[in-house]
């Protein structure tokens, strides 16, 4: 086998000590779940111990790697990382591109497990000799962005590429990032989970190569891709990447504004924080992830914009002053905050001053930039407000959850659900929450000849497991969403890509049950955590408040399509997988009830 290593780096963290240990794993593992967030989801079911504390030193922090990282394919510059969400409570899966990926696969593992904790802010090397794997303090780091610290290390000649947490990961916020060269992970919180290992920042160092096994086929199918990637399907992320969203999704009145009371901002106002608007405001530069052909990476005044980003706190906070979005996005960056998290909460707080429910010096419209300071240190309010809406929501009381707007505690993406129906049955069954990148659904509804204003019960559950499936297969191969319009067969393509790699032979429907299996293991681990059908469901404004247009969900519609989309899958009612999708998807070979492995012998 090529392509991976057949072993993992598990790493235990205890006072000021640290001991690893390789752990092998079998060629069926990898069969079985692919890589990336495939892999991670089978490694965070056996490892993290049932109903543990997300924060709690026993509960890991995964670091998963790909077959395809370290190729030279485009876009595969990337890992997953998976912990249990301390937002959430349930499966949280983030993706990053970075040079740090590269280099953690160069340890010579295709993932890394880290539990426990060290008592003493410190950063961790990792290196491809055991022996010289190390914690050291490192108390004068405190408060430093990664940002600082990657300059401040480089300068030292320490290392060049971590990935680490800023002050709120700390502080442990909950929805605190991981930073790894300028991008981000961890929707969710696996920042703070780092934070509560007392780890600031993680550097690797290695010379392992896990080769590939056609060497002239990956080559040929590299040079394939990247023309590909550079053609008319990736045109919009290279000259304006997701940021033009905005104006489009005003236009089609599906721009969420005020906390999701309203679905426009005006097409003025949408201009000055569209792509042209933000390049008035700071100077424009594009950029590309690493080993990537697109180049979408577009900055204003150094700072990285995406939609989301526009969106959360831009229209839902309601600013429309392209230099304070721009502030904030920055902010965010610098203390490792989840921007929709953060717009999130702060839009719901908002509200709630605006509603006379408390008595918070909060409004629409508002500077947030000293806000996101006070919640990534929890200074005063931001104590509460680094808790996440569905906390905050729980603390004010007054029927404040009819309009706290999250799904299983993660806080909603820029996409109205009452005009997009397929995209809000998309939102209730997701495993990590609310969420816009582990379903494509949003896609369906934008389609020709698709009623966007109706629940298609018969229809769209099989539309939602199709991008669920979809998105599982990129992100555990690693492959970039944005070459999505690019890869005419995915399915084919991906196998294809494998077998090249590895060496092992796989086909469409091998893929395909891969999809399904990584789909099942993540319901699986939801449901042993204390998932109940009753969290799969949107809060009642969406259900309460018509749009200005009138549009509206209807519960009885929701609900029968969230039970059809569980049937589909292959649940059983209210539980986990049926003893059919057991014996198809071989489920018992991989969710036995071990006990997590033990620590390390050097730690006794």
Known sequence: MRGNFGRILLVELRGDRVAVEHVPLPPQVYR??????????????????????????????????????????????????????????????????????????????DAIVVRGALDRLSWL????????????????WAGLSAHELSDMASRQGLFRHVSAVGPAGERQVRYATLSNDG????????????????????????????????????????????????????????????????????????????????????????????????????????????GCTIGC???????????????ALGPLVD?????????????????GLDTISAGGTLAFAMECAERGLVDWPLRFGDDIVPWLGAIARRQGLGDLLAEGTRRVAAAVGHGSERFACHVKGLELPGYEPRAMQTFALGLCVASRGADHNRSGAYQADLQPGVDRYRADVARAPARVIETEDHAALLDSLILCKFLRGAIREPWREGAELLTMVTGLSQGEGDLRRSARRIAAVRHAFNV????????????????DEALED???????????????????????????????????????????????????ASLG
């Not at 998976?82 to 953690?104: E, N, Q, V, Y």
């Not at 940021?243 to 005020?258: G, K, S």
């Not at 600013?319 to 203390?335: I, N």
């Not at 042993?528 to 404004?541: C, H, I, S």
Request: proline share 7%.
């Open 32 to 109: 079985a779940f692919v890589g990336g967030v495939g892999l991670g989801a089978y490694l965070l079911w056996r490892f993290a111990p049932p109903g543990v504390d997300p924060l709690a030193p026993a509960a890991p922090l995964i670091y998963a790697f790909s077959p395809l990282l370290g190729t030279p394919l485009t876009t595969t510059a990337k890992f997953a990382v998976l912990c249990k969400s301390p937002l959430t409570g349930r499966i949280s899966d983030g993706l990053s591109s970075s040079r740090f990926a590269i280099a953690a696969k160069r340890l010579g593992v």
């Open 125 to 140: 090397h990792l290196d491809e000799d055991p022996a010289a794997c190390r914690a050291e303090p490192c108390p004068a």
């Open 183 to 290: 991008r981000h992970a961890g929707r969710g919180g696996a920042g703070a989970v780092l934070g509560a290992k007392r780890v600031k920042a993680i550097s690797v160092r290695g010379a392992a190569v896990a080769g590939v096994a056609d060497a002239a086929g990956v080559q040929a199918r590299a040079r394939d891709l990247a023309a590909r990637s550079a053609g008319a399907a990736t045109e919009k992320y290279r000259a304006l990447g997701t940021a033009a969203n905005l104006e489009t999704f005003d236009r089609l009145q599906i721009l969420p504004r005020r906390n999701f009371q309203t679905v426009s901002i005006g097409q003025a106002a949408a201009r000055r924080l569209a792509p042209e608007g933000l390049a008035r405001a700071a100077e424009h530069v594009r950029e590309s992830c690493a």
């Open 297 to 311: 990476d577009h900055r204003y005044g150094g700072t990285r914009v995406e939609y989301e980003t526009q969106f």
């Open 319 to 335: 600013v429309d002053d392209p230099s304070r979005l721009l502030a904030a996005a920055g902010a965010c960056d610098a203390l």
């Open 528 to 543: 042993r955590e204390g998932w109940t059908l009753a969290e799969d469901r949107l809060p009642d404004r969406f259900f």
């Open 550 to 600: 009138g549009a509206s969900l209807r519960r009885a519609d929701v609900a029968a399509m969230v039970d059809a989309y569980h049937a589909a899958r292959g649940h059983v009612p209210h539980g986990g997988p049926s003893e059919r999708l057991r014996r198809e998807l071989e489920l018992d070979t991989w969710l036995t009830d071990a006990p997590p492995l033990q620590a390390p």
